[in-house]
């Protein structure tokens, strides 16, 4: 019996490894979307935020059914607790994906993003896609020092935001304040992501140790 319930535990930790790998399909997806003006990519970050949505939903009922069934303790419950905590996460992160992919297909097939926050953007991209990398990793190995490093990594994301609002709140943003507002919810929803795959860590640090580490 115990090896049964080691076994459950153990798949239901590389399964929320393999849907952060979704979630990072469904972010480089909706950003390239976003920048290429490509409306194919839109729809695959769409498919992908739904498909989240669908495997999340299956993995939360899964957990409450251990739960129920083997009334786990100590390091067992917190495994359990904080992987209904991660697939929550997981969820919004994938929907947050699916609201950059939304904004790139209400748009087209005009670019959103102007030619001097492109970069910016495209940064903001790529941090989300490797935290969501890295958040799948820590949740396979629970690698203390790889989670920490992960929290850590996040500030890039931060300093990316404030990079973006004051571009757009300078006396030289030439496109309106409707382009202000759609670059600064963009940004948000990228501060966001990457915000998520911060909390996936911090529960995987407590896991493994029993204390959950200080907010960055």
């Known amino acids: 019996?115990?090896?049964?319930?080691?076994?459950?535990?153990d798949r239901m930790r590389y399964d929320l490894a393999e849907l952060c790998s979704v979630t990072e399909a469904?972010?480089?997806?909706?950003?390239?979307?976003?920048?290429?003006?490509?409306?194919?990519?839109?729809?695959?970050?769409?498919?992908?935020?739904?498909?989240?949505?669908?495997?999340?939903?299956?993995?939360?009922?899964?957990?409450?059914?251990?739960?129920?069934?083997?009334?786990?303790?100590?390091?067992?419950?917190?495994?359990?607790?904080?992987?209904?905590?991660?697939?929550?996460?997981?969820?919004?992160?994938g929907t947050l994906a699916g609201h950059v992919a939304e904004v790139a297909r209400l748009h087209y097939p005009e670019p959103v993003v102007p030619y001097e926050v492109r970069g910016i953007i495209a940064d903001m991209g790529t941090a989300a896609t490797a935290q969501a990398a890295a958040a799948g990793e820590v949740l396979r190995t629970r690698d203390y020092?790889?989670?920490?490093?992960?929290?850590?990594?996040?500030?890039r994301t931060d300093e990316l935001l404030r990079t973006l609002f004051a571009a757009t709140k300078s006396e030289d943003w030439l496109?309106?304040?409707?382009?202000?507002?759609?670059?600064?919810?963009?940004?948000?929803?990228?501060?966001?992501?990457?915000?998520?795959?911060?909390?996936?860590?911090?529960?995987?640090?407590?896991?493994?140790?029993?204390?959950l580490p200080d907010e960055p």
Do not use: K
Request: with cysteine.
């Open 145 to 155: 020092v790889r989670a920490l490093e992960l929290i850590e990594a996040d500030g």
């Open 175 to 211: 496109y309106g304040a409707a382009s202000a507002v759609n670059v600064t919810l963009l940004g948000r929803f990228y501060e966001r992501f990457c915000d998520h795959t911060v909390e996936i860590s911090r529960r995987v640090i407590f896991v493994v140790t029993g204390e």
């Open 1 to 9: 019996m115990r090896d049964q319930f080691v076994e459950q535990l």
């Open 26 to 93: 469904a972010i480089d997806r909706a950003t390239h979307a976003l920048l290429d003006t490509d409306l194919a990519a839109a729809d695959r970050a769409a498919d992908l935020s739904a498909d989240i949505d669908i495997r999340a939903r299956e993995l939360d009922h899964r957990a409450l059914t251990i739960i129920a069934r083997q009334a786990p303790v100590a390091q067992d419950l917190r495994a359990l607790i904080a992987g209904m905590h991660n697939i929550a996460d997981l969820r919004r992160m």
